[in-house]
């Protein structure tokens, strides 16, 4: 058998204000995690920051659709597309990367009543075919 020590009662009181004041810190770290929670959740609702999120989804999504169309994995459209007008491809082309931004806002913006995520959406699909036509132009 071990054999116990012994604790005083000045130990004894050290190791309940120890525990008091790990305590405090815990409530006081808590109360820290919930204020930023909070403020986090005030700034996510904002204009700006809803704007910098879609405008950073449509730059990794463009980015994305430029690898794939580089591979040529986009322009391998179905059959019944590839004996179709340039014109229909390109118009396909479009819907596919209209849908892949609208994707893209939905997750990094959410729903909302307003029309801002439609709005930034057509401006990040008007913007990634253009440099789409860029890079196929050889720019």
């Not at 012994?6 to 190791?15: A, C, D, G, S, V």
């Amino acid at each position: 058998m071990k054999n116990r020590e012994k604790i005083t009662p000045q130990e004894k009181l050290r190791r309940q204000k120890l525990a008091e004041h790990r305590e405090k810190i815990g409530k006081r770290e808590a109360d820290a995690r919930r204020k930023v929670a909070q403020a986090w959740a005030k700034i996510g609702e904002g204009k700006k920051y809803r704007k910098a999120a879609a405008r950073e989804a449509s730059r990794a999504t463009t980015a994305e659709i430029r690898a794939e169309l580089f591979d040529g994995i986009l322009l391998q459209l179905s059959p019944s597309y590839a004996d179709r007008s340039i014109a229909i491809q390109k118009r396909v082309l479009r819907r596919i990367v209209e849908k892949r931004q609208a994707q893209a806002m939905l997750r990094e913006t959410g729903r909302s009543d307003d029309l801002f995520a439609s709005y930034i959406a057509c401006r990040a699909t008007s913007r990634c075919m253009r440099r789409l036509r860029q890079v196929a132009q050889g720019y």
